[in-house]
């Protein structure tokens, strides 16, 4: 069993910069891709980013792409999403998980709130 862990959430105004980790304990992540996704209030969870086992590969949902950056550090065991030029419709819960996304996996996820 894997056990996620988000954190770096917080408000910031809008065209600023926070930076999501997600730490993973008791099994390694990382012989699996792993991927950022949000949910904002009233809408369904969707997916922002992925990562190959290697960190060779990256994926971006287009509404961030050129704004967000994937990253890991296997020996560390976490998974990073560095957002800049943050928008208010950025706002929402962040979470990690492998790809594909498995159930017992969802952890609490991150607030991340963009004020105008």
């Known amino acids: 069993q894997v056990q996620l862990v988000e954190s770096g959430g917080g408000l910031v105004q809008a065209g600023g910069s926070l930076r999501l980790s997600c730490a993973a304990s008791?099994?390694?992540?990382?012989?699996?891709?792993m991927g950022w996704f949000r949910q904002a209030p009233g809408k369904e969870r969707e997916f922002v980013a992925a990562?190959?086992?290697?960190?060779?590969?990256?994926e971006y949902a287009d509404s961030v792409k050129g704004r967000f950056t994937i990253s890991r550090d296997n020996g560390k065991h976490t998974v990073y999403l560095q957002m800049n030029s943050l928008k208010p419709e950025d706002t929402a819960v962040y979470y990690c998980?492998?790809?594909?996304?498995?159930?017992?996996?969802w952890g609490k996820g991150t607030l991340v709130t963009v004020s105008s």
């Open positions: 998980n492998v790809l594909p996304p498995l159930g017992d996996y």
């Open positions: 008791g099994r390694t992540v990382s012989i699996f891709s």
């Open positions: 990562i190959s086992y290697s960190g060779g590969t990256a």
